[in-house]
């Protein structure tokens, strides 16, 4: 019977520490309080964007995204915002046939337009 016990007490120690409605285990991602080109959005791009969005662009794709500018301009003029935050799997979403970028990235190119597009 004590050897139940001292298995159990653990256990028990263990279940009743765990929450689902804690905040204190979650990891809060600061994002830069200004967002530049090249300090956020380049990287963001690299990493998920110039697969396609080349130059020449390829896989359908209907510009590069290798520049600043070119960034700017499709986030003004082309919808870069609309087509990342549509939901995974809607169409026209990008990354094309991807995964969402998550949505801290898009936050980041949220505020970027919102304070001004800065290079």
């Known amino acids: 019977m004590k050897i139940k016990l001292y298995l159990c007490l653990p256990l028990l120690a263990v279940l009743s520490s765990c929450s689902e409605n804690s905040t204190d285990d979650l990891v809060d991602i600061t994002q830069p309080a200004t967002v530049t080109?090249?300090?956020?959005?380049?990287?963001?791009?690299?990493?998920?964007?110039?697969?396609?969005?080349?130059?020449?662009?390829v896989a359908g794709a209907p510009m590069p995204?290798?520049?600043?500018?070119?960034?700017?301009d499709a986030i003004q003029n082309r919808g870069l915002l609309d087509r990342i935050s549509r939901a995974q799997g809607a169409p026209g979403m990008m990354p094309l046939s991807g995964t969402r970028l998550p949505q801290t990235s898009i936050d980041l190119f949220v505020q970027w337009q919102n304070q001004g597009l800065a290079e």
Do not use: A, F, R
């Not at 959005?41 to 020449?56: Q, V």
């Not at 995204?65 to 700017?72: A, C, D, G, I």
């Open 37 to 57: 080109y090249s300090n956020s959005i380049k990287t963001i791009i690299d990493n998920n964007c110039i697969g396609c969005h080349n130059s020449p662009p």
């Open 65 to 72: 995204l290798l520049t600043y500018e070119n960034v700017k």
